[in-house]
Antibody
Framework: QVQLQESGPGLVKPSETLSLTCTVS????????WSWIRQPPGKGLEWIGYVSYSGTTNYNPSLKSRVTISLDTSRDQFSLKLSSVTAADTAVYYC???????????????WGLGTLVTVSS | QSALTQPRSVSGSPGQSVTFSCTGT?????????VSWYQQHPGKAPKLIIYDVNKRPSGVPDRFSGSKSGNTASLTISGLQAADEADYYC???????????FGGGTKLTVL
């Protein structure tokens, strides 16, 4: 079965770029849509964006100016870069496989275990 | 964009049924049959339990069911068990600009 695992620094300084990688195992990254979703401590979920199996991307309009998501099929990985971070970007970041059939969002499954990223000097 | 509206908490006793609500607008919940629900135990990743309003992924017990009326979607858990105590999030397709919205989550307490 497909499994996802996030990796990357747990601490990022304000104004710098947050970088995370998600490694996909047990299945092909050459289908479906691959998303990043975050959850600030004690708060709800927020979709960040996706990269499709073909490399097309789509982002949450509220984060679009700071987000880049990319795909590396040779390594079965996809990555998130979030620039100019502030304390408000402190959150658990999850990667997830998604179904965006004809750009209609239907579900996320499975999800990675999540990784806490703290923005602090 | 505003998150979907969910009650902060619900509670029920073992064996009872509980229903969670998720209220949106005609631009998201009411406009499409693409509502999903996720269960999240403390410190764990969310797990998909309902998609397309009322479909269950393989392995999810039929105690979990979903429905929708107008701009409000609902998740019902019947035969409540202690292991069902968790946070529950709804999510919906929200049009081709926003794409994805989540609710703020509802904490289920099994008494």
């Amino acid at each position: 079965q497909v499994q996802l695992q996030e990796s990357g620094p747990g601490l990022v300084k304000p104004s710098e770029t947050l970088s995370l990688t998600c490694t996909v195992s047990g299945g092909s990254i050459s289908s479906y849509y691959w998303s990043w979703i975050r959850q600030p401590p004690g708060k709800g979920l927020e979709w960040i964006g996706y990269v499709s199996y073909s490399g097309t991307t789509n982002y949450n309009p509220s984060l679009k100016s700071r987000v880049t998501i990319s795909l590396d099929t040779s390594r079965d990985q996809f990555s998130l870069k979030l620039s100019s971070v502030t304390a408000a970007d402190t959150a658990v970041y999850y990667c997830a496989r998604g179904d965006f059939w004809n750009d209609y969002y239907r579900w996320f499954d499975p999800w990675g275990l999540g990784t806490l990223v703290t923005v602090s000097s | 964009q505003s998150a979907l509206t969910q009650p902060r908490s619900v509670s029920g006793s073992p064996g009872q049924s509980v229903t969670f609500s998720c209220t949106g607008t005609s631009s998201d919940v009411g406009g499409y049959n693409y509502v999903s629900w996720y269960q999240q135990h403390p410190g764990k990743a969310p797990k998909l339990i309902i998609y397309d309003v009322n479909k269950r992924p393989s392995g999810v017990p039929d105690r979990f069911s979903g429905s929708k009326s107008g701009n409000t979607a609902s998740l019902t858990i019947s035969g409540l068990q202690a292991a069902d105590e968790a946070d529950y999030y709804c999510s919906s397709f929200a049009g081709f600009y926003i794409l994805v919205l989540f609710g703020g989550g509802t904490k289920l307490t099994v008494l």
